[in-house]
């Protein structure tokens, strides 16, 4: 059983920065891809970033265009992160980690929240 746990979340001010981590573990064959969704109160859950094994990043235009976020894996530890930085009221969410498991399909966290106050 694959399991992914989130960690990092927490109450932070504006303009403040948070790293969330996010580890897979398990009987774990090869990981394709992993990425960190999020869903405000009252919204959709939204793509943030996602990265794959060798390293090719997406990005949610609205925050890719602040260059305030950044998704990094490291591979050995099947783990993801997600550096936000200069936050703001409307990244309070709560954040879920994703990863693509080859031969076993998409996992999902438990969710980590995270909320800005202004």
């Known amino acids: 059983q694959v399991q992914l746990v989130e960690s990092g979340g927490g109450l932070v001010q504006a303009g403040t920065s948070l790293r969330l981590s996010c580890a897979a573990s398990?009987?774990?064959?090869?990981?394709?891809?992993m990425g960190w969704y999020r869903r405000a109160p009252g919204k959709d859950r939204e793509l943030v970033a996602t990265?794959?094994?060798?390293?090719?990043?997406?990005?949610l235009n609205s925050v890719k265009e602040r260059f305030t976020i950044t998704i990094s894996r490291d591979n050995a530890k099947n783990t993801v992160y997600l550096q936000m930085n200069s936050l703001k009221p409307e990244d309070t969410a709560v954040y879920y980690c994703?990863?693509?498991?080859?031969?076993?399909?998409?996992?999902w966290g438990q969710g980590t929240q995270v909320t800005v106050s202004s």
């Open positions: 398990g009987r774990i064959f090869d990981i394709r891809a």
């Open positions: 990265i794959t094994s060798g390293g090719s990043t997406t990005y």
């Open positions: 994703n990863a693509d498991l080859i031969r076993q399909g998409v996992k």
